[in-house]
């Protein structure tokens, strides 16, 4: 009964360190999630033409993750604990606009040719597919493609609805299926390069003393499906004992901007009223005031008014 006892306490202690490793790790991405989309010009922001378009900040994001992560592990001053820690992460994944990166242990040889290996950014890797007639689509995140049309030789780029029955692509010209072979592609390709840096992580890894052999867990197809939405970072932690086990784990996050709605004030010039109403609605008014809430025109004077034909 003792020793039982002893174990039970074990597992307790185990599960409780589960748990925050798990709050630690889920906070980590969350963090990094937000720097993805913080931009210092304007033109790689969000715009009309797209509203998933970003060019993703990796760098910020990247930083934010390992110092959040390294607070959350108590390690914030602790270089060598840092260290430690870091050795069981295999690789971090960015989904961009048009294409992701890795960040996993790389090799390279410095000035005097000596080979080193430390983690740095890979190149990005466009979310690429080809048909049987040689025809080639680089997908993003929404209809907008470059593709290559075998027929004529040329490179054509835009929205798939504008480019339909304009090239010989099948895949363009079909709606239905479009969505769908859009949405593998990315997912398979990311689960490609992912499994291949993980499992070839494993080199250097033994290298270091860890026994464990790293892999690519099994992610459920939904929660590939919401990470392709938008820009986001997914993180894995495989192999760092906890207890007599071994803690694996990975975060997904997004980085995706939720567009803030406007509501302008303004007067009815034959009445006189004040009406506050969305900034989607379109009124023919002449707007005195634009306000971020619905209760803040209010408190100026304004009444609501709904959009015509019960718009947005």
């Known amino acids: 009964m003792l020793v039982l006892d002893m174990r039970t306490k074990a597992q307790e202690a185990v599960l409780q360190l589960e748990d925050q490793y798990n709050a630690a790790l889920r906070t980590a991405v969350q963090d990094a999630s937000r720097m993805l989309n913080i931009n210092e010009l304007q033109e790689y922001e969000a715009g009309y033409q797209s509203m998933k378009f970003f060019k993703v900040n990796k760098e910020l994001a990247l930083d934010t993750f390992f110092r959040t992560l390294y607070l959350n592990f108590g390690v914030e001053n602790d270089p060598i604990g840092q260290g430690t820690l870091a050795s069981y992460i295999p690789v971090i994944g960015v989904t961009d606009y048009d294409g992701f990166f890795l960040y996993t242990m790389s090799e390279y040889r410095d000035q005097t040719g000596q080979k080193l290996a430390k983690p740095m950014w ?79 992580y494993n080199e250097y890894a033994i290298r270091n003393g860890i026994s464990y052999t790293f892999k690519l867990p099994d992610i459920p197809h939904e929660e590939w499906a919401n990470t392709i939405n938008d820009v986001g970072i997914i993180a894995f932690i495989q192999g760092l004992p906890i207890g007599e086990q071994m803690y694996n784990n990975y975060a997904l996050g997004g980085g995706r901007l939720v567009k803030k709605t406007n509501f302008y004030g303004a007067i009815n010039p034959q009445t006189g009223i004040k009406y506050y109403y969305k900034a989607t609605c379109g009124f023919p008014y002449q707007v005195e005031e634009i306000f971020d809430h619905a209760k803040d025109a209010a408190a100026a004077g304004y009444i609501p008014k709904e959009c015509v034909n019960g718009g947005p």
């Open 122 to 200: 890979r190149p990005k890797k466009p979310y690429a597919y080809s048909d049987s007639s040689g025809n080639s689509i680089n997908f993003t995140l929404d209809s907008y493609v470059h593709a290559y049309d075998a027929a004529s030789r040329k490179w054509v780029e835009g929205f798939r609805e504008d480019l339909q029955g304009k090239t010989s692509i099948p895949l363009l010209n079909d709606p239905v299926n479009f969505d769908s072979v859009r949405r593998s592609t990315i997912i398979r390709s990311i689960q490609r390069d992912l499994a291949y840096f993980i499992n070839a």
